[in-house]
């Protein structure tokens, strides 16, 4: 298929199919998440053909035909850009957007626990890490001799397509040129480590957000403004970093390991508020950037948090700040 250019869009421009039913309910046995090493080998072949079968399913955007469920994710991503991050919704809106994208993989086979990637134990190298590896995980850094052919000549980024494991032939659909642009019509899923081309780098990295005592200090912040940013600019970007390749631009759910780093994100903030849940499950203030005008404003426990047709009915912060309510897991 010839490769198209797609502009940021409207919310609302995507035809929402209904495909998730989340109705209101108490949370009465909540599941809970696991790390990926504890998830055992057969839960983690079948979470891995789940991430395959959604290559299969039709999407549920309806944006272009040859675009997939998978693809839904990255899309999504990229028009909420702004929104999404460098502000108060940074947080409960990666929650929702990873429990939906647990519940697609459901709807492949998957009936595992949901996980996520510790990264704490691998700060000597992601790519020694089991979530890397070619059996049973995702696969290692990208090839220097296997490279995206059809890769635009716009874009300067080092098209590196991973090679081994179960996710190589995987070709995401779409994938952000500038801010303001991606390109469709498939690329391989690529990646590049800068622990390899940069150890240097990758070391001070680790040592300024990860590695302890610096994790310790995020989590110890105080109050939930001072606690998000530290979070989001610190570990959360570093891991995407350290990831490089489809990490970095804004379409970054084309990488499945997206979701079990969100997932660890998730947890951190998680047991952030179970130090004090009587202030930490309700407080949330702060901007939030308007993804499609200029300018922003102060955000509320009301705001609905957009999915852009991925869901039937989007749910507020309200509902999702607290893991045992509509959400209903636990780690």
Known sequence: ?????????????????????????????????????????????????????LKTKPSRLGIEPASTLYDDFPYVHFQLNNYIHGGAPFLPWHRYFTHVYFDALAECGYV?????????????????????????????????????????????????????GPLANIRPYYVAITPKEMKAGGHCLFRKLPEVSEPE??????????????????????NWSTYAWALEGGPHGVIHASLGGEMNPTTSPNEPLFFLHHAQIDHL??????????????????PAFHFNEEGSREVSLDDVLPMYGLVERELTVREVIDTYGELCYSY
Do not use: H
């Not at 409207?10 to 696991?34: D, E, F, Q, Y």
């Not at 190298?125 to 990208?142: H, I, K, Q, T």
């Not at 780098?201 to 105080?222: C, H, T």
């Open 112 to 164: 595992g626990p949901g996980t996520y990637w510790d990264w704490t134990l691998d700060t000597d190298g992601l790519r020694f890490s089991p979530v890397m590896a070619a059996e049973n995980g995702f696969g290692g850094d990208g090839s220097d001799t296997r490279t995206e052919p059809n890769a635009d000549p716009k874009d300067k980024r080092p098209f590196r397509c991973v090679s081994d």
């Open 1 to 53: 298929m010839k490769s198209t250019i797609i502009p940021v869009l409207l919310a609302g421009a995507a035809s929402a199919l209904p495909t998730v039913n989340i109705t209101a309910s108490t949370c009465v046995a909540p599941s809970k998440r696991i790390e990926w090493r504890q998830l055992g080998a057969a839960n983690q072949q079948s979470y891995l053909n789940a991430v395959k079968c």
């Open 269 to 286: 903030w998680w047991l952030w508020q179970q130090e004090d849940t009587s202030k930490r499950l309700t407080e949330y203030n702060g």
């Open 201 to 222: 780098a990758f070391k001070k990295m680790m040592e300024g957000s990860i590695i302890e005592p610096a994790l310790s200090n995020v989590q110890a912040s105080g």
